[in-house]
């Protein structure tokens, strides 16, 4: 849910721009550490575990959120809490967390294949990562927060899983990890030079598995600034 008491404070500073950064590098430092720790066999627990003894003991004041690690059929939840279920080849693995860093949020996610990835696991990641560079490239000031989600949405749309996109494209990020403004289909609201924004595709197929591709940006005039560099090619372990 968005504050929206926090809409005064959607133009970032650049001493909060700074701190954002090093929430994000965080995570960056967090995902090359867990793709070393990942084995088939572990729970999303001891996955979700290791992602916040790593984050805590790199320097996190506390979690911008409560990580999000599923497998499987489990993917498919987009806000879905890790349990005690295993994973296993030839899943797909979705890690959404984020650290607090002198007082702001990071927050990124990333599906990887377990093994192996089907065709279809390979088609509708390509989907999602398509839509997010979309909205990427066409996201800069003066850009309406509606026209980046339609973007990418049109995208996923003409793929024929319009249905299985199920939330907004983006939010605000700061102090809080969900702030204005929404990027979403019902958005109003317009980009503006040093907003800290989110952009997050998905496609979840009910039963089968989800995708989502997120990372943190900072607006410019020209374009972004992504404060995450962690690879989004499809990674399989």
């Known amino acids: 849910m968005i504050d929206n008491n926090l809409n005064s404070n959607m133009i970032k500073s650049e001493y909060e721009i700074q701190c954002i950064s090093k929430a994000s590098a965080l995570g960056d430092r967090c995902f090359s550490h867990i793709l070393g720790f990942i084995e088939p066999g572990m729970s999303e627990k001891q996955i979700a575990a290791e992602i916040e003894r790593f984050l805590f003991e790199n320097g996190a004041e506390k979690l911008a959120f409560d990580t999000i690690v599923v497998s499987g059929a489990r993917s498919c939840l ?99 990890v969900h702030e204005a403004p929404r990027l979403n289909a019902k958005s109003e609201e317009i980009l503006e030079k040093n907003m800290a924004i989110t952009i997050e595709p998905g496609i979840y197929l009910p039963g089968l598995f989800g995708v989502r591709i997120e990372d943190l940006a900072i607006v410019t005039d020209f374009g972004i600034i992504n404060k995450v560099n962690s690879k989004k090619d499809l990674i399989i372990l």
């Open 78 to 176: 987009p806000h879905g809490e890790p349990t005690d279920k295993i994973v296993e080849k030839g899943e797909f693995l979705t890690l959404d967390f984020g650290a607090v860093v002198d007082g702001y949020c990071g927050d990124m996610t990333r599906t990887i294949a377990i093994g192996s990835a089907t065709p279809l696991m390979k088609m509708i990641y390509d989907i999602v990562l398509e839509a997010q560079l979309a909205a990427i490239e066409v996201i800069k000031a003066g850009v309406s927060c509606y026209d980046a989600d339609k973007t990418a949405r049109d995208i996923i749309v003409k793929a024929g899983y319009g249905d299985n996109f199920t939330h907004g494209l983006g939010h605000g990020i700061g102090t809080q």
